[in-house]
């Protein structure tokens, strides 16, 4: 008896799983016989792309303040260093 090899999806198959589910329009069980995967599948997709969704929008805040924070700590070690200096 031959083993079944796994399948390995693709990460736009499981975001086009995940958005179907996100949707609402058909049931758990309609989705997985469209999608060829099991149910607990297609809420572990769900559930990570919304858990992401925040990550998505929230990024440009994020990335615009890390580097004032950077430069504040550089800021910071020059005068360290310039008083180091000075004595």
């Not at 572990?44 to 504040?72: N, S």
């Not at 800021?75 to 008083?83: I, M, P």
């Amino acid at each position: 008896m031959s083993r079944r090899p796994r399948w390995n999806h693709s990460p736009a198959f499981k975001a086009k799983v995940a958005f179907a589910a996100i949707r609402g329009e058909k049931t758990l069980s309609e989705l997985a016989q469209d999608f060829n995967v099991h149910a607990n599948q297609i809420m572990q997709r769900k559930g990570q792309a919304v858990a992401a969704i925040p990550d998505v929008f929230g990024a440009d805040k994020q990335a615009k303040q890390e580097p004032e924070v950077e430069i504040k700590r550089l800021h910071a070690k020059a005068l360290r260093v310039s008083k180091s200096s000075v004595y």
